[in-house]
């Protein structure tokens, strides 16, 4: 946090705001003049040209810039001795869209390989706490879920990609049922019961369908079991991807694993591969605390750009309105949205709110920023953030903690009791909105290459809605796997054992050197900074990637 921020006094911010009315201030810019003044995404240093590459004079965040025009971390000579493993479809990544995508593959046929950088379930997924949006309502429709969609993504969004998603909500759920999952029920008129469905944060309808609020958790629960059951998936836990491999052709064929608990390279041949790494969040873009799970690093990313891959809105990112501001070893763990849907309201430090709770996540996190940056935010320790009044929340519905899980989980690790005593909170770098084009069936420009998650763009444009994550990594997690699958009996050049190598990693060092583009950087980073972690050292490596 930066320590020349001012603003209220705790102790003087808390009285405010309990002798408040919470009377709505009614001067919040509009729309794009706010987030044009305070949101990360739109600040001048946030975007550079890429110089070289499929996406050659797009816009990049410029730590993300960095990592795509690296150098690699091995060459040809490290695989030298190296395990060979043959799969049908390789998936890289074990979040929801890796599970998907895996268990998809497998009802269409094929065998596959799950390679898990620490283990599956380990993820973005499991903290996905708000729910999952699909238009199940009798109120609702598939239109108004497209055009919500559309809307809170600025108009940027893939028209296709979007119409497919929202298409597949019904199905998803009916899906996730099937195979086990949970999800909160409340009866109708008549006694019976149907899914419960809640507003989210730029959306007409109520249309969230959540379990407590730990959906994300539950979610990957089923996923999990129904993974380590199938037979014909094979995990690889604690093995990242390093690189990708590509043939005489230009073809994905493959990619080298990493071994961490054997500390060896291996080299896993594929008839297809799909890249559901996830996003980019530990990275800790603009300076800003992340609730990103611990292996979010852009691997994907970094090795689809190397295979020619294009790429889109990379210089879009979400930053979630309510993460933890206090105390300071928590700082940006995710308080889920679900608890701005039951009613709790931001009130700063002068006993204000300051605007409506349920705009979309970048027009509240942008309007938070403006809080602390005028000086109207709560200042305690070095933190400085605003706060969420729980106290009035659990004074008007007492049961909401039993509903609301993960708050009264996170509260307690703050030592607080959200009853008494509010929540202190501050944006947090939360998801990436781009990454690699895809068309309906996840596949990349690059053929053998397929994404799903939040390593691919277009769903969401430039501002994800609550609810639409869960959807997507499931509706294209399972078309990418059942395309991938059934797309080795289709294609033209049929599979046939070879090593693969890097000649698209050489190709694009050497487009660097033409253009004088000398980085010492190395990717992918596989684990943030303060990690420490060096794969060479650590698998005993002699010489340096060339």
Known sequence: MNPNVTGIAYEQALQALRDSKLEMRSDLPPKEMLLNGYHPDYRADARVKLPVGANAGSDCHPELAKLLLSRPLIDDFDLAGAEHLDTDVLVIGGGGAGA?????????????????????????????????????????SLQQHYEDTLKGGHHAGNKELIAQMVTDGPSVIRWLIGIGMNFDMVKDEGNSKRLQRKRAGGTTIPRILCYRDFTGLELMRVLREAVELERR????????????????????????????????????????VILATGGSGRLHLQGFATSNHYGATADGLVMAYRMGAKLRDMDSFQYHPTGVAYPAHLVGVLISEAVRSAGTHLVNGLGERFVDELQPRDVVAAAILREVAEGRGVVRGKQVGVFLDTPRLIAKDPDVLKRLVSLAHVAHKCGIDPAVEPMLIHPTLHYQNGGMEIDGNGATSIPGLYGAGEVTGGIHGRNRLMGNALLDIISFGRRAGEAAAKGIVRSDHPFQKKRGGFAHVYNLQRELTRAGIKSETKAPVLYPNYGTFDLREHAGLQEGAK
């Not at 604690?238 to 054997?262: F, I, K, M, Q, T």
Request: hydrophobic share 45%.
């Open 100 to 140: 998907a995508a895996a268990l998809a593959a497998t009802e269409a046929g094929a065998p596959v390989i799950i390679a898990n950088k620490l283990r599956i379930g380990d993820s973005n997924t499991v903290m996905a706490e708000g729910g999952i949006q699909a238009a199940v309502g009798e109120e609702d």
């Open 233 to 272: 998936i094979t995990q690889l836990n604690r093995c990242p991807a390093v690189e990708l491999l590509s043939d005489e052709h230009g073809h994905c064929v493959g990619a080298v694993l990493y071994d961490l608990e054997r500390r060896k390279l291996l080299v896993a041949h594929a008839k297809a």
